[in-house]
């Protein structure tokens, strides 16, 4: 068998699925059929209901390669691979940033990846799956990592933005290359895998706990950060965490990364809310912080005078019906 060629992650032989990844298989080719958008991996696990890194892993072979061991292997190297765009995401956001990563620890099971603006936490443990993925719509640079926990949900998708960061980053990533597992793929638990998360700061001055208002209220929130100058957003699930200070552009749908735009992008899912609570910082600064019905938060907090903050929260959580 050749090896890859270290310009295309394509491997050169797969297996045979499982019987439910062949209902996959049909599932997805009949959606694409009536939407072709739906061909990227994340739409169509959305739409299909299924988890992304099995649909990831029907395209072994094709324009994915799966890679064996963890994702202190695959990254060791990332601060030669100049900008690249970093996009974590839990169930009530989406936060993508365009950076270059300067500096990568590994402190116990945390891997932490340390930009001129954010820093990414990422559990070593629960990254199982990481594949390599080739976006045929783009023109210019188009390969990316994307790391999944054992249940199949993605924990970090890492794309790479320059040809130089591509000629540096593929050899070292195809290396990696697993040609034995091919297109099957089986879910299990995550298990208490996590990491620890950012300094929580949060000293909680009131609580919205009923949806309704926690949803209104980041709606409201989301919509009106935009007018800020610099914002802290946070994101963090149970075995990956952002923390982005900067200025920033926010919606309520998605929100991709577009050449000449703004560094830092998030979206926010409204309807995964459970209760937000309004919280103070100890320079006096009020903030607001949501979260899901298990370990999900999602935090926005002004980085202006508490005067203008108190503004901000307020109008967000009584806004206007």
């Not at 390669?65 to 996009?87: C, E, N, Q």
């Not at 609580?207 to 926690?214: I, K, P, S």
Request: hydrophobic content about 40%; proline content about 6%; charged content about 20%.
């Amino acid at each position: 068998m050749s090896s890859p060629r270290p310009d295309s992650p394509r491997t050169s032989r797969s297996s045979p699925g499982t019987e439910a990844n062949s209902q996959w298989v049909s599932a997805w080719e009949s959606l694409v059929d009536r939407q072709p958008h739906l061909r990227q991996p994340e739409l169509a696990a959305h739409a299909l209901r299924i988890p992304e890194a099995g649909l990831m892993a029907l395209r072994v072979g094709q324009d994915s390669t799966r890679l064996r061991g963890r994702a202190v292997d695959w990254l060791s190297p990332v601060t030669r691979w100049g900008k690249v765009a970093l996009t974590v995401r839990n169930t009530l956001g989406t936060a993508t940033v365009r950076t270059e990563v300067r500096e990568l620890k590994l402190s116990g099971d945390t891997l932490r990846l340390v930009g001129d603006h954010e820093d990414v936490l990422l559990s070593n443990k629960a990254a199982v799956h990481g594949f390599v993925h080739e976006d045929a719509a783009q023109t210019s640079a188009r390969h990316g990592l994307y790391l999944y926990d054992p249940t199949g949900e993605v924990l970090l998708r890492l794309q790479l933005l320059t040809p130089a960061g591509e000629r540096a980053a593929l050899p070292h990533l195809l290396a990696h290359s697993d040609f034995e597992s091919g297109t099957g793929w089986r879910a299990s638990s995550i298990g208490s895998e996590s990491v620890g998360g950012f300094p929580g700061w949060c000293s909680i001055e009131s609580t919205l706990n009923r949806m309704e208002a926690a949803r209104r209220a980041m709606v409201a929130a989301v919509s009106q950060s935009a007018e800020l100058p610099a914002m802290r957003v946070i994101v963090e699930g149970k075995a990956v965490a952002m923390n982005y200070l900067g200025p920033m552009q926010g919606n309520l749908s998605a929100a991709p990364l577009v050449d000449g735009g703004a560094d830092f992008v998030f979206s926010a899912r409204t309807a995964t809310a459970n209760h937000a609570f309004v919280c103070l910082a100890p320079d006096g600064v009020p903030y607001l912080r949501f979260h899901d019905a298990e370990t999900a938060t999602f935090t926005l907090w002004p980085q202006v005078p508490a005067t203008e903050a108190r503004a901000w929260v307020t109008a967000a959580t009584n806004p206007q019906r």
